[in-house]
């Protein structure tokens, strides 16, 4: 048996122009896509009832929120990769319209309340941090 594994050539694949649009209209397609949805919240009262885009007016698509937030890395990483590619605009008007100041205070507002100090942590807090540096790369 041999002690380390090696993959040829043959075995790897290039991540192409075509394959980068191929998975942004993969990700356009459900980054905004409220239902179905996976929600992790806790209800204190009935004014706690929300819809997803109330709740999280940024990351609730993609059927739970790490998802979306990782949608969202998707698409900005082939962004920066592939600005040339047809779904280029669609991306940068999705992040002009969901990415607004107010629109992350609220989302950051969910994540200070008492009761969601460990939503989704550590993972989708990961992907949060990774979508900022990726950002910041742009």
Avoid at 80 to 86: A, D, I, N, S, V
Wanted: net charge positive.
């Amino acid at each position: 048996m041999p002690t380390s594994m090696s993959l040829s050539p043959s075995h790897t694949r290039a991540l192409t122009p075509a394959l980068g649009a191929a998975f942004a209209r993969v990700a356009l397609s459900h980054v905004t896509k409220e239902y179905p949805n996976k929600l992790e919240h806790v209800m204190n009262k009935r004014a706690d009832v929300k819809t997803p885009s109330q709740l999280h007016p940024v990351f609730f698509g993609s059927f739970d929120w790490h998802s979306c937030v990782h949608t969202y890395w998707l698409l900005a990483t082939l962004l920066r990769l592939f600005p040339e590619m047809r779904e280029a605009a669609k991306i940068e008007e999705l992040f002009g319209r969901q990415l607004t100041p107010a629109k992350i205070r609220a989302e950051v507002r969910y994540l200070g309340q008492p009761l969601s100090a460990t939503f989704e942590r550590p993972y989708g807090w990961a992907w949060l941090l990774m979508l900022w540096a990726e950002l910041s790369r742009h």
